[in-house]
Every structure is written in structure tokens, then in C-alpha cells.
């Protein structure tokens, strides 16, 4: 097999512009050794950058509930056939800030498909705690996994019903999945958003030299801490511009 590395990211609908692909892209390629391929899977390419690879998100038979909650359309991912594409997949969600080398990443646990575990105790790292899958950020071997989008396919329904959303029925279909260590992958909102109203007066801290990526699921978004005034959901709102987020957003190419 190849040993090709793909970058692999969808954009749909309206949420998220060209921009947040385009700065994506800088920041992995400042954080990647050497070659790779990024690819958007996406229904409109207007304003990607020309070292972007795009090709449209395949066809899922999904309804548009299906787009709205849960993430289902990321199961395109595990067809058998990705676009004639081979090697190392490593998927991020559009709302990912890279703050540290994602060479590690595509090493970690191979061949197995790896994830954040975004149980209870995410960063706590207690060692009796049942892991809980999470495809923010995660790994995979393309090819290697058809039968999770052959069994969707056959069973969208009821899949949906059961699972309610798309990273616990990827985990409950991968038997032996691994988990990033705890300090790759931080959540925003766990890690470094500041207390009830405390971040009404007090910015975030910077990420550690050892955090690789910060996830932000949900509100905030990274645009937000960006553009400033009061942002989050009550009570953990926070206030004005977070200078380490406007740096990074400049940095790789966004308006700030």
C-alpha cells in the first residue's frame, strides 16, 4: 500500500466559508512533514486555495435532518473506493485549531483507526473510564473500513435511531479502536474556556507546548474568539478578541 498522508475535511451548507478550509490547509501544512495530499469533500469549491483537492461528498441517500445532527455524512469517508486515493487518512473537523506537529498522527497505533476519546473524563485521564469515540480528529487506513458505510447504507434508519449520532456508531462497528494520549487533543470548551462568568474577565490561557490540537464543538466557534464581543452560551460567555487565536488565524492566512 502507499504510504501516502491525506488531510481530509467536508464543508456543507453555510456555517463554514472557504476561509476556514483555507486556514486549515496553511496550518497543517506548517505542522506536517514533507508531502501530503488535503482534500475538501465538498458541494462548492469557490475560494479554496489551488493546493486544495476537492471532489463533491459522495452521495449518501441522506435526508436533511441527517445533515443537521449528527455528523452522518462523514461516513462517506469509508468508501472502498476514496477517489483512487491510498495510504493514511487523518480527518479533522472544519472548527480544529493545529498547534503542534501532526507527524505523530499519522504514525500513532497504525493500522488501527485512532480518535479522541471524548468520554467524561476527557483530559482527566482516569484509567477505569470507559472510552467514548470521538471523530473530530481521527485516523484510518482508506479502504480499510467499507463495511461501516456498506452496513449504513443497508440500515440507515435504524443505525440513526440507535445511535443517534455518527462517531458512536463508527466506534460500535471498529472493535479495537485506540485513542490519541490525552494532552494531543483538547477540547475548548473542557481545557481552556475559563469558569462560569469568570471569562466575562479573563481571557483563555494558551495551549502547552505539548497540546497538538484544540477541538471547538459547538459555540464557541474559533471565529468567534476571533472577531471578539461577548461570545459562548451563558453563563460560560466570553469577552473581546483571545490574542492566541487572532495570532494563529493571521498567521495562516484568515482575516483577522
Known sequence: M???RVIICMKWGTLYPASYVNVLYTACRANITGDFKFVCLTEDAEGLDSAIISYPIPDLDLESFHWKKGGWPK????TQDFFGLKGRALFID????ITGSLD????????????????PTWGVGAPDATPLAGTGIFTFDLGAHSEILDHFMAN?????AQHRIEQ???????????????????????HLRQPALVG???????PKPENRVIAFHGEPRPIDLVNG?????????????????????RRHGGEA
Do not use: C, E
Request: overall charge negative; proline content about 7%; glycine content about 8%.
Open 168 to 190: 458512536i456508531y463508527v466506534q460500535s462497528m471498529v472493535h479495537d479502536m485506540a485513542f490519541w494520549p490525552a494532552d494531543w487533543v483538547l477540547s475548548f470548551k473542557y
Open 200 to 206: 466575562l474577565v479573563k481571557s483563555p490561557p494558551n
Open 94 to 97: 472544519l472548527d480544529t485549531v
Open 156 to 160: 440507515r434508519d435504524a443505525v440513526v
Open 2 to 4: 502507499s504510504k501516502d
Open 104 to 119: 505523530p498522527f499519522f504514525d500513532y497505533n497504525t493500522p488501527k483507526m485512532v480518535a479522541i476519546d471524548t468520554g
Open 75 to 78: 461516513l462517506a469517508v469509508f
Open 229 to 249: 464581543g461577548l461570545w459562548g452560551i451563558g453563563p460560560h460567555w466570553g469577552l473581546g478578541r483571545v490574542k492566541w487565536m487572532v495570532d494563529y488565524w
